[in-house]
Each structure stands twice: as structure tokens, then as C-alpha cells.
């Protein structure tokens, strides 16, 4: 049994950020497992068609954090990075505005602002009533019968899954805000107000996908990786992994249920965890040229399989085609165009009704066995990458600075 003072499940962004951390902490008695023959889990890159494509989908450096952008410079220096304006639009009902529409309604025919700005009006939030608790119901009361319709509510089911309502409110704060007094100038005055989606403002490697900034994240910790290593067993109480590794504190990133042996779970987590909900997608490659400056745009025509694409060479410069991002329920693998495809089980952690405190209940009983649960997955939502390097690096100082203290102040979720 070898025996370590922390080991990370999964080499994904999360993962990878916590070990080099550690590593740059002095910390060498650590191991980081992951189930691929590489790493950086949903930002990895492959090379298709001569240029680099994303496989996980479309995966952006946001320029906001200022200390995640320090610690990520250090393996990948700024100069080898692009930084862009982003342009994302919205094709609906056969207009393309930009994104996102409530503060671009202005691009739209005078008809169609009209019916628009009638509808945003009377929605519930501009008459005083009270937030709804289902996510539907949030869509009318923020946005209107006509966003609604047009794009939120079939943009969502094909992203999310035919049932919206099972999903939350809680986590929309991801989500431009515009009110309605925003929409009305935009149309006078003819640009955007209101605040803008992230990535507003974004880098991207200038010769390479963005797997290659995992790629060397990983490289830096040499032996302190083992891959092709999947989780098979985790045994909560002796800490143990696959039967072969022992730690005093396990990191874990990956998703909770792809664990297929867990021991010592009560059955009380065990439905907790069973009641998670996540999405998978298919990235699929198309190498036609497409007739716009956009970087991605998205579908919320029905009709459509896919509900983005991601056009490569308005932020890849010398590649060529798109590829499209699809939620797997909707993908016909023998009806499919594309030259590549590539498929992500673990994509989005939904953010269900409930799911808050279901994952209270988890990461505090899994840390009274000292397993802490980080990133996307191990925190279960919808972080992006930059988000989960921030949550890394917190972590890793706190553990690093935990030597002498006892075990319950490491705790991070039930302090």
C-alpha cells in the first residue's frame, strides 16, 4: 500500500491546479490519479484537420481573476495568448442578434422590438411579483412571453433536458442581468446596456487548443501523476483508493457516483448521491467555412440537434470549420455529419431543485472522513475553469497551512 499525505482523484483543471499548488508549497508527498491517458478532463484538445479542437466543448480563459491569471501564466506565459472582445449571438426565428438578446432586441426588425418590449414589460419582476422557485416560471417573470418562447425555455430543454422545471433558481446569477429600463435604452440608443455574459473579455492560445495549458500543468508535476488510472474503489473510513493508495486527506474532483465501489457509505449518502442529475454532450467537427465574425452562436431552434457552435477560426487563427455542441439524448450516431465526433459523459451537473443542500449533506459527511470534495464535480456545479482554479488554489493554501492544527479545521463546507 503506498501511503500519502493527499490524493486527488481526477486531473481535470481543479485537480491539477490543487497538485501544482501543493507542489510550489513544498508539499511532494501527494499523488494525483487520473482515469485518461492525459490530462485536463473537459479542457482537453485534440488535433483535428490540422488545428486544435476543444473536445469538451467551448472552454475560454475569462481575464477577471487577475491571481488565477498570475498562477496560470506561470506554466503558460501571457505572451503565448490571444486576447479577444467576445462575440457570441443568438439565431431566432431566423434573425441573428447578439447575445445575450434581452440588451440586443435593438438588431431585430421595429416590429419584433415592439412585440418584444410589450412582453418584457408585463413580465412578473417589472409588476412586483414575488420570485418563483421554478426555473420556467423564472423565465416568464424575468424575461417575458417572447424571450421566453423564442429562445430561453427551447434553448434550455435542449442543453438541459425536456424537463426544466426540475432545475433551481438559485444558480442564476450565471446569467446576464437586464432589466427592463436596460432593453428600453438599448433599443433608443442602439448598443448593449446591462451586464454582459462572462467571458465578456477572454483569452485563447495563439498555436494551440486549450488543453495545452492543462497539458503543461500537468507535465510540472513529473511522477506525482499516475494515469490511466480510474477510481474504482474508495474506501471512506481507511481513506484508501483502488485498494493500493492510502492518504491522510483525499481530494475528490470527479464525479461522486462514477465511483463504482464506494465502502463505508451510509445509505442515506448513497441516495443523496444517486439523486444527482448531470448532462452529457457530443462535440462534433464540421470543416465548412461559416459567413460570420462570431466566435460561437447559439440554436435554439428545436429542429436543430445542436444547441452552440463554436466557430474556431474567429478565435483559433489558421484553422478552419466549426464544431457543434450537442446534449448526447439528442445525437443520432448514425445520422451525424460531422468528420470527428467526441463524447463527454460528465458534462454539466444540473442544478436541480434541492440539490444545494443534497450536497451539503454529502461534502460535510465526506469530510468528517477527511475526503473533500473540489471543483465542478466535487463541489457539483457549474463552475468554469478559471472559477475552479480560484476554488483550487484556496484550498491548497488552507491545507498547506493546516500541518499543526486538528483535523476539523481543514473542514471547509461544515466549519
Not at 443568438?90 to 418590449?117: F, G, H, K, M
Request: glycine share 8%; charged share 25%.
Amino acid at each position: 500500500m503506498e501511503e500519502y499525505k493527499y490524493i486527488i482523484l481526477g486531473g481535470g483543471p481543479s485537480g491539477l491546479t490543487l497538485a501544482n499548488r501543493l507542489l510550489q508549497r513544498s508539499e511532494k508527498c501527494f499523488l494525483l490519479l487520473e482515469k485518461e491517458a492525459e490530462a485536463g478532463g473537459l479542457c482537453r484538445s485534440k488535433n483535428v484537420d490540422g488545428s486544435p479542437l476543444d473536445i469538451g466543448g467551448g472552454h475560454f480563459l475569462d481575464v477577471r481573476r487577475s491571481d488565477v491569471l498570475k498562477f496560470l501564466f506561470s506554466f503558460f506565459p501571457e505572451e503565448n495568448w490571444d486576447r479577444y472582445e467576445r462575440d457570441s449571438r443568438i439565431e431566432v426565428n431566423r434573425y441573428v442578434v447578439n447575445s445575450p438578446l434581452e440588451a440586443n432586441i435593438w438588431q431585430l426588425p421595429l416590429t419584433e422590438q415592439v412585440d418584444y418590449l410589450k412582453a418584457i414589460a408585463v413580465a412578473g419582476c417589472n409588476l412586483g411579483q414575488e420570485m418563483p422557485e421554478k426555473f420556467v416560471d423564472w423565465i416568464y417573470w424575468k424575461l417575458g412571453k417572447r424571450i421566453a418562447e423564442d429562445y430561453m425555455i427551447p434553448y434550455n430543454q435542449k442543453m438541459f433536458g425536456e424537463d426544466l422545471n426540475t432545475l433551481g433558481t438559485y444558480w442564476l446569477h450565471k446569467l446576464p442581468d437586464v432589466s427592463f429600463e436596460e432593453t428600453l435604452l438599448s433599443c433608443l440608443e442602439h448598443k448593449a446596456y446591462g451586464t454582459q455574459p462572462g467571458h465578456a473579455q477572454f483569452y485563447y492560445p495563439k498555436k494551440y487548443g486549450f488543453g495545452e495549458l492543462w497539458s503543461r500543468m500537468a507535465k510540472a508535476l513529473g511522477g506525482h501523476i499516475h494515469y490511466n488510472e480510474p477510481v474504482i474503489s474508495l474506501d471512506y473510513d481507511l481513506r484508501t483508493v483502488n485498494g493500493k493508495y492510502k492518504a491522510d486527506t483525499i481530494i475528490n474532483t470527479i464525479p461522486w457516483m462514477s465511483i463504482k465501489e464506494p465502502i463505508g457509505v451510509p445509505d442515506e449518502i448513497r441516495s443523496e448521491i444517486a439523486s444527482l442529475r448531470f448532462s452529457s454532450v457530443v462535440i462534433e467537427y464540421h470543416s465548412e467555412m461559416l459567413k460570420t465574425k462570431a466566435q460561437w452562436i447559439y440554436y435554439p431552434d428545436l429542429e436543430i440537434p445542436y444547441h452552440r457552435v463554436l466557430v474556431r477560426y474567429n478565435f483559433c487563427p489558421g484553422s478552419k470549420g466549426y464544431w457543434t455542441e450537442t446534449n448526447r439524448v439528442r445525437f443520432d450516431e448514425e445520422q451525424h455529419t460531422g468528420k470527428e465526433y467526441f463524447i463527454n459523459d460528465y458534462a454539466y451537473p444540473l442544478n436541480t431543485i434541492g440539490k444545494q443542500k443534497t450536497m451539503e449533506k454529502i461534502l460535510c459527511w465526506a469530510e468528517e472522513k477527511r475526503v473533500i470534495g473540489l471543483g465542478r464535480w466535487g463541489e457539483w456545479q457549474h463552475y468554469n475553469s478559471d472559477e475552479v482554479v480560484e476554488r483550487a488554489l484556496a484550498l491548497a493554501d488552507r491545507l498547506w497551512g493546516s500541518d499543526n492544527l486538528p483535523p476539523e479545521h481543514i473542514r471547509l463546507t461544515c466549519v
